[in-house]
C-alpha cells in the first residue's frame, strides 16, 4: 500500500526567520528596571515595618532553645525553611533540621521532644497542613513559633496556635498576579538568615569553630588550611649560600618548580631570595660579568616572610599585597630559620 500525498495547499510551510523573531519572548533591560523597583520597594516596606521587639524574641527562643529547632514550611516557605535549618545547623551550636510537614503526620513527627522548638513558615498563616501539624506538635511538648506575613487574627489561624507568632510585613508580591511567592519569600530568608548572624555573634562564633563543621569546599579551606599543610618543605626547598655562583646554582633555581632560590646561611637562616626574574635583570645589566657574581650579591635581602603555622589564606593576601605582587613566601620560624616555602600555584592547586 503507498501512501496518499498531501496536497500541495495542506503542506504545512516551515516558519521564517522574520516569523520566529517576531514571536519569540524577549525581556529588556526596561521591562526589568521598574521590577527591580518595586521589589526593592517591597523590600525597604519589610525593614521599615518589621517589628523588632518580635524579631529579638525569636532569636533569644532559638538561643535558649533546650532541645532540637525544627523549621518546617509547604511549597517555597518549606524550600526557606530547609536552608535556614541548614544554616543554623551549620553553626553548631545546636542541632536544628526541616521537618516536611506531611511526612511529620505521617511518623517524622517522632524526631520532635519536649523542649524542641518548632518554627512553622508560611505567607498566608493557614496552610492547612501546618495547622494540622501544630497540634500534634504542641502535644509533643514543642514550643511553636510562626512566621507568616498575615498579621495575628483571624486572617492568621496559624498564630493563634503557636506560642510566638513574628509578622513578617509584606506590602506585595513582584508578579503581575500579585500571587507567586517572589517577594515574601526573599523576606523570609533575609530575615531568617539575620537571625542567624545574630546567633552567631550572640554565641560569639570564632573562625575556628566555624570551621570545624565546613570541612570541604573553598570556606573550610579558607578557614582550614594552615600554610605548613600546603608548603614545599625539606628536600623540596630551593636553597643556596649567599657564596654560591649565580650560574652555578641555575639547575637549583629551575628544577625545584618555585621560580627562586632561598639563601640561607650555615644553620639555614634566612639571608634573602633570588628569583628567575633576577636572573633576568642581573643578565641584561651585567652581561658576561654575571658569571662572576654570587647570589648573596644580587639577593632581595628584604623578603617578605610568613610562619607554618599561618593561615593559608593569609598567605594569600600576603602574596597580593602592595608594592607588587610576588609569587611565593619562605616560611620561617621564630628564630627566622627556614622551614619551609610556600607558592601561589600551591595555593590554587589545594583549592584557595
Known amino acids: 500500500m503507498g501512501s496518499i500525498p498531501v496536497p500541495p495547499s495542506l503542506q504545512c510551510a516551515p516558519p521564517s526567520a522574520t516569523s520566529s523573531a517576531q514571536r519569540r519572548p524577549t525581556v529588556s533591560a526596561s521591562d526589568l528596571a521598574p521590577l527591580f523597583v518595586a521589589q526593592r520597594r517591597h523590600l525597604d516596606h ?17 538561643l535558649d532553645a533546650p532541645g532540637a529547632v525544627f523549621f518546617t514550611g509547604v511549597g517555597k516557605s518549606g524550600i526557606v525553611a530547609r536552608k535556614i535549618a541548614q544554616t543554623l545547623a551549620s ?25 524542641d522548638v518548632l518554627v512553622l513558615l508560611s505567607k498566608s498563616g493557614a496552610s492547612d497542613e501546618l495547622l494540622a501539624l501544630a497540634p500534634c506538635a504542641r502535644a509533643k511538648g514543642a514550643y511553636l513559633i510562626s512566621l507568616t506575613s498575615a498579621a495575628s487574627g483571624a486572617d492568621c489561624p496559624l498564630a493563634a496556635t503557636c506560642d510566638l507568632n513574628v509578622h513578617l510585613p509584606l506590602q506585595g508580591e513582584v508578579c503581575p498576579f500579585g500571587l507567586a511567592p517572589v517577594t515574601s519569600t526573599a523576606i523570609q530568608m533575609v530575615f531568617g538568615d539575620t537571625v542567624v548572624a545574630a546567633i552567631m555573634e550572640a554565641r560569639r562564633l570564632s573562625r575556628d569553630q566555624y570551621a570545624a563543621n565546613h570541612p570541604a569546599g573553598k570556606i573550610g579551606k579558607t578557614l582550614i588550611f594552615k600554610v605548613k599543610d600546603v608548603m614545599k618543605k625539606q628536600n623540596e626547598l630551593p636553597l643556596c649560600k649567599e657564596g654560591d655562583m649565580i650560574m652555578d646554582q641555575l639547575t637549583e633555581l629551575t628544577s625545584k618548580g618555585c621560580g627562586c632560590l632561598l639563601v640561607v646561611d650555615g644553620e639555614h637562616h634566612l639571608i634573602g631570595t633570588f628569583t628567575d626574574g633576577d636572573l633576568r635583570r642581573t643578565l641584561k645589566a651585567s652581561g658576561p660579568a654575571i658569571f662572576n657574581l654570587t647570589v648573596g650579591e644580587m639577593c632581595n635581602r628584604n623578603p617578605r616572610t610568613i610562619t607554618a603555622e599561618a593561615m593559608a589564606v593569609e598567605a594569600m593576601e600576603k602574596m597580593e599585597s602592595p608594592p607588587s605582587p610576588v609569587q611565593f613566601l619562605p616560611v620561617v620560624d621564630d628564630h627566622n630559620v627556614v622551614c619551609g616555602i610556600i607558592t601561589l600555584h600551591g595555593l590554587v592547586s589545594a583549592g584557595l
Open 46 to 62: 519589610f525593614f521599615d515595618c518589621l517589628d523588632m521587639s518580635q524579631a529579638a524574641a525569636f532569636a533569644q527562643a532559638l
Open 91 to 115: 553553626l553548631g551550636f545546636t542541632r536544628a533540621g526541616f521537618l516536611a510537614p506531611v511526612d511529620a503526620l505521617h511518623g517524622d513527627i517522632g524526631a520532635l521532644f519536649p523542649g
